[in-house]
């Protein structure tokens, strides 16, 4: 599912993008099987799924519109809250906490994104920054509603009724790992096909030369907007996702230091491909997870893989050559 | 009540000017070189502790003026064997860059100066109070007012007298006719990045008088610098001093009625800023886009 990159090629039965397809979803659907042989645990594998969600949203308008987002984390964490928030206080459901966060996240984005589409760069990337900070210190002040510094607790993932069968979430184990796993195929599949589209290949078109997409009389405000607005939908769906695996929604979800990891997650993925930020969260979280184990001043690790990256890496581990050409 | 209010006013004019020192800065290195600099938060952190580690050899006022100074020259040398290299890159580049930098910073200084808060001392005159009856205004509230004042003076002042502001303020608007006119960009550049950290390095010697020392002090300085430049009008250096100014101000004055909401308020002004005048108070229309 490389998405738009490869139509002039020949189809042949089994090609490159073919067997990446099948080599990642191979690769997810057995890591229950494999991560504890390599001493990870299921947790771990949930968090990249729910950070590679993230990234790849993020990336529909980093890599695919050519707009950069610094503010990402804050419909991630509106996602987070909202799930959250639906199981303490309102209903003991889990999809109906879902609903709830990607709407909070996805129409907060959408709103905002009205105000900023005429923006441009660093520009655009400031406001986003400035924004998503809002939400910050709304969580961390707004004590008695959101549990302030030490976060929202005090509710748990409900199990979902399927007619007979119950899906029982409440375990750590496998079953909430499939449970993610299938909510991010499908997320994942919808991208796909969102970028597949005439939709899709006229955000392409807006990235690669906004002047001459303008002359052909593409609306490019509006369809940044979109993008902007189906980017934060998916981000604030990762990050209900993301309170239902920890049980637990945290104001640092909202800071704009996980927006900065998104972006080099997608970076060091490779930017301008459809899976690079999937493999580049994998990277990410387990370094991540490894170094804080490792050291205290894991921060100057973290901060030097991004100066690396930055300098010796900028086109990322599925990158080509060809698509770091500024449009 | 009047002596709540005056208090307030007074805190705001002195986190305004904080947020202008802070704010100048950055805009100086988004205006000609396009680099948003998170790590600004970490040069003025690193100006109060050089100023801390220099004063006791230095004396106070030895360390005001060449903690400023050095903290300039580490971040041309940063500028000079990093940054550069990105300029022409997406601007993604240079905003992950700068962020990793911002931690790296963080770290170090926790590391070099410990994790926990630090003391700056203050020549006794400074820290006497005014008078009695204005017992919450100590002379070095005055004092960092007045540094600030002379500095933002001094620097306009530079900018708009002086050859190389002048051509700073040019490159501002038509970097590549500047280039093409002869001047070289790369040294202007780099010195600009010097100027805005050597800005960052004085707030932080003031800051670490008001406040004391801790690793992450810049941290909550950062983000209303950002507003102070959107409100102001990204382009503008007239109107990031504005832009702090105002949100100091509000932020202080919410502080009195309805303390909560002191950080909400800066948010708020930003919103009404982006939705009614979108290109800022003072900004010129086509710089933000």
């Not at chain 1, 002040?141 to 979430?169: E, H, K």
């Not at chain 1, 907007?225 to 209900?240: P, Y």
């Not at chain 1, 637990?248 to 491909?273: E, N, Q």
């Not at chain 2, 949100?247 to 002004?269: M, Q």
Request: hydrophobic content about 55%; proline content about 4%; glycine content about 12%.
């Amino acid at each position: 599912m490389t998405v738009a990159l490869s139509t002039s090629e020949p189809r042949r039965l089994l090609g490159r993008d073919q067997l990446t397809l099948v080599v990642i979803w191979m690769a997810l659907i057995t890591v229950p099987l494999w991560l504890p042989l390599l001493g990870g645990y299921t947790a771990l594998a949930g968090r990249v799924l729910v950070f590679g969600l993230a990234a790849m949203a993020l990336n529909l308008l980093l890599g695919f519109t050519g707009v950069l987002s610094f503010g990402h984390a804050a419909y991630f964490g509106l996602g987070a809250y909202g799930a959250g928030l639906t199981l303490r206080y309102l209903v003991h459901s889990t999809p109906l906490a879902m609903l709830a966060g990607t709407l909070l996240g996805g129409i907060a984005g959408t709103l905002f994104g009205l105000l900023i589409v005429r923006r441009r760069g660093v520009y655009f990337a400031m406001c986003t920054i400035a924004f998503g900070q809002l939400w910050y210190y709304l969580a961390y002040s707004w004590n008695s509603f959101t549990g302030g510094f030490d976060g929202l607790r005090d509710f748990q993932r409900a199990p979902i009724a399927l007619g007979p069968f119950t899906l029982d979430l409440t375990g750590g184990g496998a079953t909430f790992y499939f449970f993610l796993l299938a909510i991010f195929a499908v997320a994942v599949a919808l991208m796909g096909l969102i970028l597949r589209s005439p939709f899709g290949r006229t955000l392409i078109a807006i990235r690669e030369n906004e002047r001459r997409a303008r002359f052909l009389g593409i609306p490019v405000e509006r369809h940044i907007w979109l993008s902007f607005s189906i980017s934060c939908f998916f981000t604030a769906l990762a990050g209900t996702l993301y309170a239902l695996l920890n049980n637990f929604a945290d104001p640092l979800t909202l800071h704009y230091t996980l927006s900065g990891y998104f972006v080099v997650m997608t970076v060091i993925g490779g930017m301008r491909t459809f899976w690079g930020p999937l493999v580049g969260a994998a990277v990410f979280v387990m370094l991540q997870d490894y170094i804080s184990s490792m050291t205290v001043n894991w921060m100057s690790f973290i901060g030097l893989i991004f100066m690396l990256v930055v300098l010796f890496f900028p086109r990322g581990l599925l990158g080509t050559k060809g698509l770091l050409a500024k449009g | 009540m009047a002596q709540v209010i005056l208090f307030n006013v007074t805190n705001g004019l002195i986190i305004g000017a904080f947020y202008v020192l802070m704010a100048l800065g950055l805009s100086l290195i988004l205006n000609l070189s396009n680099v948003i600099n998170f790590a600004h938060g970490n040069f003025l952190a690193l100006g109060g502790y050089l100023a801390f580690t220099l004063s006791p050899t230095l004396g106070y006022w030895g360390a005001l003026l060449v903690s400023p100074l050095l903290t300039a020259l580490i971040g041309v040398a940063i500028e000079r064997t990093m940054i550069r290299r990105i300029y022409s890159r997406d601007p993604v580049y240079s905003l992950l860059f700068t962020f990793g930098l911002a931690f790296v910073m963080q770290d170090a200084a926790r590391y070099i100066w410990g994790p926990n808060g630090l003391p700056m001392g203050l020549p006794d005159a400074l820290a006497q109070p005014i008078t009695a009856s204005l017992f919450f205004i100590t002379w070095y509230r005055v004092f960092m007012v007045a540094v600030v004042i002379i500095t933002v003076v001094g620097l306009f002042t530079f900018l708009r007298r002086s050859r190389i502001g002048l051509r700073i303020r040019a490159g501002t608007l038509d970097l590549e006719t500047v280039s093409v006119l002869g001047v070289n960009v790369r040294n202007l550049r780099t010195f600009n990045f010097g100027l805005g950290c050597l800005l960052a390095g004085l707030s932080g010697v003031l800051a670490a008088g008001q406040i004391g020392l801790n690793p992450n002090m810049g941290d909550d300085l950062l983000l209303p610098s950002f507003i102070a430049i959107i409100v102001g009008g990204v382009g503008s250096l007239i109107g990031t001093l504005v832009g702090g100014l105002v949100i100091g101000l509000a932020a202080a004055l919410t502080t009195v009625f309805y303390p909560s909401a002191s950080e909400a308020v800066i948010y708020a002004i930003m919103m009404a800023v982006l939705l009614i005048r979108p290109r800022g108070l003072m900004g010129e229309e086509g710089m933000m886009s």
